[in-house]
């Protein structure tokens, strides 16, 4: 059985996903995860959560260049490029 | 007291050093490196009790002789497989517990030992939950009983016993260090009698 292993630097911190152990239950997980993520005080608190009971989300529609609904919006080095081409070519 | 705590010193290194033989052959990786971790602390003990007894521990770890070392013949005994090991790592554990916990109060340094100790125990525990069914793991256990016996006084040995829900028996007393340990101190110290004199580490 695969534990994933998440662990915090410092109180407060986020958890952040630092590897996974191979472990029959919660009981070994925890003494492995605790030698591998902390043993060198590495970690102040670990999540250890079975990898079965992750929902994974991996799979996004985006059919029709809805970029400008993002943050970055739209890239415009494409469309400068071409403005400055046209402009190079002078008026027609 | 000096002899008591040089002896517990002892248990420590030498446990630490037959259970680092595991290293890299480990049943599976991530137990290689829990129990490699938890054998470098019960030599992070031994080094902190030595330095409590001499200002040179190294010396007091690897310059004497085979038989001035007060270590425990449980600790000694080459094991070559895992049920073996992991009775004595518990039946060790349960021990040491015992003994450490007694020192508690006129010692600060057992009170320090005994919170690294708790994660040994659970480890040593969880372990014989797994195996307590297993013929050779209750072999083992009653093979090695005798010899845990002999890591304490004889006034803490029936705490021991009602412990593991044993009956005491003739324990495998201190100061019988065989062939076998002579052979470990000759590896334990190989590198120290090597160094070119005047070699600082």
């Known amino acids: 059985m695969i534990w994933e292993v998440f662990r915090q630097d410092r109180k407060g911190q986020p958890f952040e996903h630092g590897g996974s152990v191979e472990a ?38 985006d059919e029709f260049d809805l970029k400008y609904r993002r943050v970055d919006g739209y890239s415009i080095k494409a469309r400068l490029k071409e403005a400055r081409e046209r402009a190079a070519a002078g008026p027609r | 007291m000096n002899e008591l705590l040089l002896g517990l010193a002892d248990d420590e290194l030498i446990i630490g050093w037959r259970d680092s033989e595991w290293t890299g052959i480990a049943p599976m990786l991530e137990e290689d490196v829990a129990f490699s971790s938890i054998a470098q602390n019960e030599i992070g003990h031994a080094r902190a009790v030595y330095e409590l007894l001499s200002d040179d521990a190294d010396a007091l770890a690897f310059d004497r002789e085979p038989s001035e070392y007060l270590c425990a013949p449980l600790v000694q005994l080459h094991l070559l497989d895992w049920g073996h090991t992991i009775a004595r790592r518990w039946l060790y554990e349960v021990a040491d517990e015992i003994r450490i916990t007694a020192l508690m109060d006129e010692l600060p ?70 062939d076998a340990f002579t052979a470990l101190h000759e590896e334990m110290t190989m590198v120290r009698r090597s160094a070119p004199a005047g070699a600082q580490w």
């Open chain 1, 24 to 61: 029959p239950d919660a009981e070994f997980a925890e003494a492995w995860a605790r030698e591998q993520y902390g043993r060198r005080g590495e970690s102040v608190a670990l999540w250890l959560v079975p990898r079965g009971a992750v929902h994974v989300v991996d799979e996004w529609a």
């Open chain 2, 109 to 178: 340094l057992a009170a320090k030992i005994n919170r690294e100790e708790a994660y040994h125990r659970m480890h040593a525990e969880m372990w014989r939950e797994r195996l307590a069914d297993t013929p050779q793991f209750r072999a083992a256990v009653d093979e090695l009983w005798p010899y845990a016996l002999g890591v304490l006084p004889p006034e803490q040995r029936d705490a021991l016993a009602s412990r593991v829900e044993r009956a005491e028996v003739e324990a495998v007393e201190r100061g019988t260090n065989d």
